[in-house]
Nanobody
Framework: QVQLVESGGGLVQDGGSLRLSCAASGSILRINTMGWYRQAPGKQRELVATISRVDSTNYKDSVKGRFIISRDNAKNTVYLQMNSLKPEDTAVYYC???????????????WGQGTQVTVSS
């Protein structure tokens, strides 16, 4: 069984910064893609950023130049540095892992429980 545990959410003022972390655990040998999604109240979950095992990145247009995704393969951890935060960034942020290979199986999709990010104006 694979678990993803996020940390680093909270309340920040407009223009502030936060750093999210997500650690995957569970006898993991390799993870293909990791990333972050978010869901605001009344809206669908949307992709924020993803990063491949070889550090190829993809960002939602509205966060380009403000957010930076990175990962540490040795620690099975993905990070999201969020700068110049705006009230419209307020959402629950979910960690995502695709293609998690363990000693016994491969998990296609795995999700964390979510961490709240609130940006006040």
């Amino acid at each position: 069984q694979v678990q993803l545990v996020e940390s680093g959410g909270g309340l920040v003022q407009d223009g502030g910064s936060l750093r999210l972390s997500c650690a995957a655990s569970g006898s993991i040998l390799r993870i293909n893609t990791m990333g972050w999604y978010r869901q605001a109240p009344g809206k669908q979950r949307e992709l924020v950023a993803t990063i491949s095992r070889v550090d190829s990145t993809n960002y939602k247009d509205s966060v380009k130049g403000r957010f930076i995704i990175s990962r540490d393969n040795a620690k099975n951890t993905v990070y999201l540095q969020m700068n110049s935060l705006k009230p419209e960034d307020t959402a629950v942020y979910y960690c995502y892992a695709e293609g998690v290979v363990t000693g016994t199986t491969t998990y296609i999709d795995s999700w964390g429980q979510g961490t709240q990010v609130t940006v006040s104006s």
